[in-house]
């Protein structure tokens, strides 16, 4: 450094007791510990009693050294991942770039539209007919250039390889229905990690902290209408006028709730983040797993709902310990590799192997006007699938699959041109037990070299 910089610099260090009042130089009872060459206190957050504080306002992150629990390291060093890229995800990735979360990655596969510019900070109007995860890739990095971002345009539920989310801090989920909320649970409880979700109305929000490996999950918290609703096209949560909302495929959201809880779920994620990299936290930062934040806006109120587990509820499966196979690609391994594989590992033969899906896959389009029958492949409830007749244009009818075995026609076809994404874990069972196996070869192209 430089003498002109240092005279820039303005540094105050202040020591505070317990209850946040200043300890004069006489009676701090850390004057006798050593400091290092710059003449500094190790200043990093500790369980003492109290701490040193410094601020250096050259330092966009000297904010964190004035913060009593969040520490600049475990941020800086973050992999947060957020599912949603609309109004709320706009809030949410804005707040987590303020913060200097060190690489985040998002998906969405919407277009921008006229009516989100009321209601998303970081899109414009000449930004129309663009995806949202480019757009927002942009305004981010021109926040924090220093920032890894990660933007992706794909369903979360079948596009993305499940490793990527092993590889992240921390999950949250911004998404609009239920199904899709549904599918994101499901990862989680199978990799054995909370999530967070928020949820806005017109007035009012919620942001829950599901724990499917020990608490509630989404799932606990869904009665029968939400079961039938998960199934529809469009599906907003109890609403006055749920059903015109339906028509519409809209739901009354405004900015406000938007900010409001995008910053709660920004914070908890905080806390899941130094929760995952901290053997001891402080104790202000325990995450309350399984709570739901409802803020009803109507004659205000905030309260913290605990929910509870669900008996027999669907949405706690756990895959246990993940096979890596670094040999294996999405590009060049075969299905019949894939099951070969888990046969060598169960001990049984590969044609008692299947690998479960937990999703309807369409291998094949079948048009009954004209006869054309095609091979097809795409998860059925994917909002990329086009069930349109390749050879006249009509309606055409689509075969599934929920598991699959060796003795498919396509067994000898690398997993990629079923419409699997690189760095996918697949769940393979095999006589009484199942193992879960990575594409790890994936991984340097799809994770990048940091
Ligand atoms: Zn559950
Ligand atoms: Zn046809």
Redesign the pocket.
């Known amino acids: 450094m430089s003498e002109d910089q240092e005279e820039e610099l303005e540094v105050f260090v202040v020591a505070l007791d317990e209850d946040g009042n200043e300890i004069d130089e006489e009676h701090d009872p850390l004057a006798h510990l050593a400091v290092d060459d710059e003449g500094r206190l190790d200043l990093t957050y500790t369980e003492s009693l109290y701490r040193r504080m410094e601020y250096d306002k050259g330092d966009r992150f000297a904010i964190y050294k004035l913060m009593a629990y969040f520490r600049e390291d475990v941020v800086r060093g973050g992999k947060i991942f957020c599912a949603g890229a609309g109004a709320l995800g706009n809030e949410v990735l804005k707040n987590f770039v303020l913060l200097g979360v060190g690489e985040l990655w998002f998906a969405d596969f919407d277009d921008i539209d006229a009516s989100n510019l009321a209601k998303s900070v970081l899109f414009r109007p000449t930004d129309i007919g663009r995806a949202k995860v480019d757009v927002a890739a942009e305004r981010l990095a021109q926040m924090d250039p220093d920032i890894t971002l990660r933007p992706i345009s794909a369903d979360v539920r079948f596009g993305i390889g499940l490793g990527v989310f092993r590889r992240m801090d921390v999950l949250t989920s911004v998404v609009d229905s239920i199904d899709a909320r549904v599918g994101f649970?499901r990862i989680a409880a199978a990799l054995g990690k909370p999530w967070l979700d928020a949820g806005i109305g017109e007035l009012s929000w919620r942001v829950s902290c599901w724990d499917?490996p020990g608490g509630?999950?989404?799932?606990?918290t869904m009665d029968d209408t939400m079961r039938y609703q998960q199934h529809l096209p469009y599906a907003p949560s109890c609403a006055p006028m749920a059903e015109a909302i339906r028509d519409m495929q809209r739901q009354p959201t405004s900015p406000l709730s938007a900010a409001m809880s995008g910053a709660l779920l920004a914070q908890e994620a905080l806390k899941l983040l130094h929760d995952v990299h901290m053997d001891e936290p402080p104790k202000e930062l325990t995450m309350p797993h399984g709570a739901q934040f409802y803020f009803g806006g109507g004659d205000p109120y905030l309260e913290t709902q605990l929910r509870r587990?669900?008996p027999d509820?669907?949405?706690?499966d756990f895959w246990g310990e993940i096979l890596e196979v670094r040999e294996f690609t999405a590009a060049s391994t075969t299905l019949r590799e894939l099951l070969e594989k888990a046969a060598s590992v169960l001990g049984v033969p590969v044609q008692a192997t299947s690998l479960r899906l937990g999703f309807d896959l369409i291998h094949e389009l079948y048009c009954h006007p004209c006869g054309h029958r095609a091979e097809y492949f795409s998860p059925a409830r994917s909002r990329f699938v086009d069930l349109r007749c390749g050879e006249c244009g009509g309606d055409a009818r689509p075969d599934y699959k929920r598991a699959l075995r060796v003795t498919e026609r396509f067994a000898d076809r690398p997993l990629a041109s079923l419409g699997f994404p690189p760095l996918q874990i697949f769940l393979v069972y095999g006589g009484d037990d199942r193992v879960a196996i990575e594409l790890t070869g994936d991984e340097k192209e799809v994770m990048g070299e940091r």
């Open positions: 649970n499917p509630a999950c989404f799932e606990c587990p669900a509820c669907p949405g706690h």
